[in-house]
């Protein structure tokens, strides 16, 4: 196991600052115009309601970590959070529970699988290998805090309410068409608790994990939850600590290399920011330091991410230089 205690080090973070407002808004603005026409992908036909959005709505927003927010496109629509909802309550379950107990029991390293896979499981000795898939989701939503189904649903519901600054609603539609089609999702937590993994009722983490992934979100929500992350834990809209920096790092860590499923890899390789994504074309994205930008386009690719979100932020990585491992020399080269 890879070491983790430095205690004794004084930890230096890497931080930065977006273009002025005007730039950004140019910025957005020319994101949106340039894939504003894109119609590769298709809907999340699996999920009934889902198969039923209008494919040509497309938003665009971004938050920096002093509390502007900016949007283009259709910034009022909401949607359902999805699976961008795993990375909030694993930063919940972290706050409460701590580093080293939250990665003994639900992973960090991906799968290389698609996010609803058995075999990830049972390749892994019946443990879940990352909380940003729906294994490790569930065993990350049995870990919330509260004694009955209902205290932890709430937890999570007031939880994810702090990151977006404003309370958010289940939509009841979207919780209904997946409880009618969530089969996969029931196998996957019985099979957890077969192999000890999962607290709780099965049957009832599932649930939890189905009306988290209900909750109602806008593109504006999306940029003001991931720059919550991005500054430390402390939103930047209502000034309020929602979690610590420690978890914000291993929360953007794990996202990293978890968060486009089996296409993080690539992701991270071409854009170079952690995203995270849901199959109702929501994605988040963020800057540490900077912000945050949340997107949402229905049309998603074989991994379920959405296409447009994917090659807008991509755009807006380069444009604002948001690429972590992106640098440049800060001295003259030797001439030769």
Request: hydrophobic fraction near 40%; glycine fraction near 10%.
């Amino acid at each position: 196991m890879i070491p983790n205690d430095y205690s004794d080090v004084t930890q230096q973070v890497s931080t930065g600052s977006l273009p002025a407002k005007t730039r950004v808004e140019e910025l957005l603005q020319d994101a949106y115009e340039r894939y504003v026409d894109v119609d590769d992908g298709m809907l999340a036909y699996y999920i009934p309601i889902l198969g039923e959005v209008d494919p040509s709505l497309f938003a665009l927003s971004l938050s920096n970590v002093g509390g502007t927010v900016q949007g283009v496109g259709d910034v009022g629509q909401s949607f359902s959070i999805q699976s961008i909802s795993k990375m909030f309550v694993y930063a919940l379950v972290l706050q409460e529970l701590g580093h080293d107990t939250v990665r003994d029991h639900v992973g960090v390293n991906n799968t290389g699988m698609s996010f609803n896979s058995v075999m990830a499981i049972e390749l892994n000795d019946g443990h879940p290998m990352n909380p940003m898939v729906n294994a490790g989701a569930l065993a990350t939503s049995a870990l919330m805090p509260g004694l009955t189904a209902a205290e932890k649903w709430e937890n999570i519901r007031e939880g994810l309410s702090a990151f977006a600054g404003r309370y958010l609603r289940m939509d009841g539609e979207v919780y209904r068409s997946e409880s009618r089609s969530n089969e996969r999702n029931k196998a996957l937590g019985r099979l957890l608790k077969a192999h000890g993994q999962l607290e709780g009722e099965p049957l009832e983490i599932v649930d939890i994990y189905t009306r988290q992934c209900s909750l109602k979100v806008t593109s504006h929500d999306l940029a003001i939850m991931g720059a919550t992350l991005a500054d430390g834990g402390v939103n930047p809209v209502t000034g309020e600590r929602v979690v610590s920096a420690d978890v914000c790092r291993d929360v953007l860590a794990v996202v990293a290399a978890n968060g486009l499923y089996e296409k993080s890899g690539e992701w991270l390789f071409e854009i170079g920011i952690p995203a995270k994504s849901g199959v109702s074309g929501g994605i988040v994205a963020i800057a540490p330091g900077k912000g945050a930008i949340g997107a949402f386009s229905p049309l998603l690719d074989e991994a379920g991410n959405s296409v447009r979100s994917q090659l807008a932020i991509g755009h807006l990585s380069r444009a604002l230089g948001l690429n972590l491992f992106a640098s440049a020399p800060q001295r003259p080269e030797k001439e030769t």
